[in-house]
């Protein structure tokens, strides 16, 4: 028989707030994290709302504070989905005390970050900065931003993490596909963590 791998630390990042246990309490509570879409002019769609991670500003309990995150110099040259990822691995990874100190922990640590998309809205302000200022006005850093595996190098060089590293884009199918990688990868040897 196969030894278990166990899930030993959760971190949480949706239209519901941060955080396993506010998420958790809203889902019970029947609460939606649909709303209006406000981040971009929709007066000309036909939908007007979506589903969006709430900032601190409008959410004080379970908002996302970019801030305690990463600094704004850093957060200038990532995507919005990396910042997510650091906030949701922040909270997993302090849920289950995991602090490689040693080269071999560092080596068995894999990081597997699952996206649909990648850096989606670093396309399309790349695109109107073309546009209406000019190529010369893309920031270099927006190539490198909007890479679908940005997630989990940003995640494996701030926590150190040095064994492979992974980045299912698989749409909505990705999250489980990152699960079930990691669970390959710890099965054959490959990780162990």
Known sequence: ????IVVTGM???????????AVWR????SRSGVGPLDRFDTSDFPIQ?????PSIESDAEAGLDPDAVADRKERRKMDLFTLYALAAAEEALTQSG??????????ATATIVATGIGGF???TESHSTLLNRGYKRISPFNAPAFLANMAAG??????GFK????????ACAAGIQAIGDGMRMIRSGEAKV
Do not use: F, H, K, N
């Open 1 to 4: 028989m196969l030894s278990p």
């Open 11 to 21: 971190g949480m990042v949706s239209p519901l707030g941060c955080g396993v246990d």
């Open 26 to 29: 809203r889902l019970i509570e």
């Open 49 to 53: 709302i979506a589903g969006l991670v």
């Open 98 to 107: 995991w602090q490689p100190a040693s080269e071999a922990e560092q080596r």
């Open 121 to 123: 809205p670093t396309v």
């Open 154 to 159: 940003q995640l494996s060089i701030r926590y």
């Open 163 to 170: 064994g492979p590293l992974g980045c299912p884009v698989t």
